[in-house]
């Protein structure tokens, strides 16, 4: 078990955290295409668990590598990115009358998901193995997934209309690459 705890390692403990993440959101994508919401959302925050201790793990045990940063962020785009706006887009837009305007949701949930992709090939690019900025630059994408869940919420619980989703998926994009300064935690 001594890999677990060397940084070298591929399956090292705070990967193996990672790969947990992974899991949750390819099983929360089957739930979305099942329509059952309530458990692919507790899969998706399962995973967002598991992503908060990956990289505490990663810097208590001095874990952090080139691997586990690309692995992070390959989860992060499935969790944080891809499960949130396909759940929008199978939970509030392909249930919604909205005849040619689905074009325009579809639109929307590419931009998202090419933003998501943008901010995180970024990252990855201006990040070094165990370093931690104070601030973020832009939204993360944890943090526009939690944004996203909110306006799923606010449009199940007809808060929002499906037009409001829109734009407010359009914003919440914009933001995981603007320069709006986010305190890591």
Request: hydrophobic fraction near 55%.
């Amino acid at each position: 078990m001594k890999f677990l705890f060397t940084p070298s390692s591929q399956f090292n403990l705070a990967n193996m955290f990672t790969f947990v993440n992974i899991a949750a959101g390819l099983l929360a994508v089957y739930y979305i295409t099942q329509n059952n919401f309530f458990f692919a959302v507790l899969l998706a925050w399962i995973g967002g668990a598991f992503d908060i201790f990956d990289g505490k793990i990663a810097r208590k045990f001095n874990l952090s590598n080139e691997f586990g940063i690309q692995l992070d962020s390959f989860a992060d785009f499935l969790s944080f990115v891809l499960v949130p706006v396909f759940l929008v887009f199978q939970a509030i837009y392909s249930q919604a009358e909205l005849g040619t305007w689905i074009l325009l949701a579809a639109i929307i949930s590419i931009y998202y998901v090419i933003a998501g992709l943008r901010r995180l090939i970024y990252f990855n690019i201006n990040t070094d193995a165990g370093e931690i900025e104070n601030y973020f630059s832009g939204v993360p994408t944890p943090l526009g997934a939690i944004l996203l869940w909110l306006v799923y919420l606010g449009a199940t619980y007809q808060y929002i209309n499906v037009y409001a989703v829109m734009v407010l998926m359009t914003l919440i994009g914009i933001s995981l690459n603007s320069k709006i300064k986010v305190k890591h935690l």
